[in-house]
């Protein structure tokens, strides 16, 4: 029985605390104050302890970003500064390789006309020796010719003539004769043949 009259009062408590509707939402007024204090104490303790903290942390975020984004403007502005001196001994190198090109061709030229006035100038040389070996050898052809020529004219003359054509004079002048008579027909036939 005992046990009964310790719940009635229990009972009767819960059915005078019971709130319905919006009281439900509304705390009591000794809990506000209570979590107020709370509240203000947090408060105090995160503005003085923790948010000074943060700020250190978003203040040294904040120079390292700055800085990085200095240097990445840097290495920019280094990078931009590299290709143009790039693009500039590019075409600097272009422009020297087409000098190169143009002297090589120049002095090419000059060492195929030097070759040719060589090789012309040679080919005239050998050609004058040619001729002046041919003419060498032509009048030692003739004085040899003539010599021979003339004792065979001689012998042949002695024998038609049945005289001895031993005289030298005679028998130079037999030659002669003979010899200028033998040029004039091979002139004569060499102009023939140029004409026709």
């Known amino acids: 029985m005992a046990a009964a009259n310790f719940a009635a009062p229990v009972i009767v408590a819960a059915e005078e605390t ?14 506000i104050i209570w979590s107020s204090v709370v509240m203000i104490v947090i408060a105090v303790v995160f503005y003085k302890v923790v948010l000074p903290k943060f700020q250190v942390v978003l203040d040294e975020r904040t120079a390292k970003i700055e800085g990085g984004l200095a240097k990445a ?92 054509l031993e005289d030298s004079a005679r028998q130079s002048r037999v030659v002669d004769r003979f010899l200028d008579e033998l040029e004039a027909e091979q002139s004569a036939t060499t102009n023939a043949t140029r004409e026709g």
């Open 18 to 31: 019971t709130a319905e509707g919006i009281d439900l939402f509304i705390p009591a007024w000794y809990d």
């Open 73 to 164: 403007e840097k290495a920019q502005e280094e990078a931009a500064a590299a290709l143009a001196e790039y693009h500039q001994q590019l075409a600097e190198a272009r422009s020297e390789a087409a000098r190169t090109r143009e002297e090589a061709r120049a002095e090419g030229t000059a060492i195929v006309a030097e070759l040719k006035a060589k090789a012309n100038d040679e080919a005239a040389r050998i050609v004058e020796t040619a001729h002046r070996q041919i003419e060498a050898e032509r009048q030692s052809a003739a004085v040899s010719l003539r010599s021979e020529v003339g004792t065979l004219a001689t012998e042949l003359a002695s024998k038609i003539v049945g005289e001895s």
